[in-house]
Antibody, heavy 120, light 110 residues
Framework: QVQLVQSGADVKKPGASVKVSCKAS????????ISWVRQAPGQGPEWMGW????????NYAQKLQGRVSMTTDTSTSTAYMELRSLTSDDTALYFC?????????????WGQGTLVTVSS | EIVLTQSPGTLSLSTGERATLSCRAS???????LAWYQQKPGQAPRLVIY???TRATGIPDRFSGSGSGTDFTLTISRLEPEDFAVYYC???????????FGGGTKVEMK
């Protein structure tokens, strides 16, 4: 069965960077994209961007351009999301999700979420 | 950027009742670019509907989606206890490539 397993919770100081991993299993990793979605406490989901796991092409939300990087390691079927110059506004639950694109665009499987807390 | 506005913010209903959730877009959205998700506290969102009207794998047929253009609807024909949750609509815009979520509708037990 399809599974996305994310790295554990992290606490960072303002100005630092965080890198979250997402290990996929149960499907051919390069046949789908991986998207990252975050959710601040009590808020709705916010799309951060996606990466094509086949060729590494990325699309980032305009709001996060320059601060976010998404990469994959196809040898281990793992996706990574790095967010730099953290502020308290980046405190959120970060999800990876398998991304279906082409004719339809949606997220069909999700990781369990990684809580990132930014605090001095 | 296309903004999705969901209404109502909260829907208070009883088990067995019909739930009608609205998602209105600030610009026209292609039907194949519209999806709905269910989220329960402490869990990741779960795909319910994609392509505006196609149920995802394992979703019971009491869930249905409809609409086109700027107005989309998620209907739950007869609420079951496990359906009480927050529902989000999501759209894809190709120029530039962006995905956005609505603010959510909470379906709570009356």
């Amino acid at each position: 069965q399809v599974q996305l397993v994310q790295s554990g919770a992290d606490v960072k100081k303002p100005g630092a960077s965080v890198k979250v991993s997402c290990k996929a299993s149960g499907y051919t990793f390069t046949s789908y994209g991986i998207s990252w979605v975050r959710q601040a406490p009590g808020q709705g989901p916010e799309w951060m961007g996606w990466i094509n796991a086949y060729n590494g092409n990325t699309n980032y939300a305009q709001k996060l351009q320059g601060r976010v990087s998404m990469t994959t390691d196809t040898s281990t079927s793992t996706a990574y999301m790095e967010l730099r110059s953290l502020t308290s506004d980046d405190t959120a639950l970060y999800f990876c999700a398998r991304f279906v694109s082409g004719f339809y665009y949606y997220f069909d499987y999700w990781g369990q979420g990684t809580l990132v807390t930014v605090s001095s | 950027e296309i903004v999705l506005t969901q209404s109502p913010g909260t829907l208070s209903l009883s088990t067995g009742e019909r739930a009608t959730l609205s998602c209105r877009a600030s610009q026209s959205v292609r039907s194949n670019y519209l999806a709905w998700y269910q989220q329960k506290p402490g869990q990741a969102p779960r795909l319910v509907i994609y392509g505006a009207s196609t149920r995802a794998t394992g979703i019971p047929d009491r869930f249905s989606g409809s609409g086109s253009g700027t107005d989309f609807t998620l209907t739950i024909s007869r609420l079951e206890p496990e359906d009480f949750a927050v529902y989000y609509c999501q759209q894809y815009d190709s120029s530039p490539p962006e995905l956005t979520f609505g603010g959510g509708t909470k379906v709570e037990m009356k």
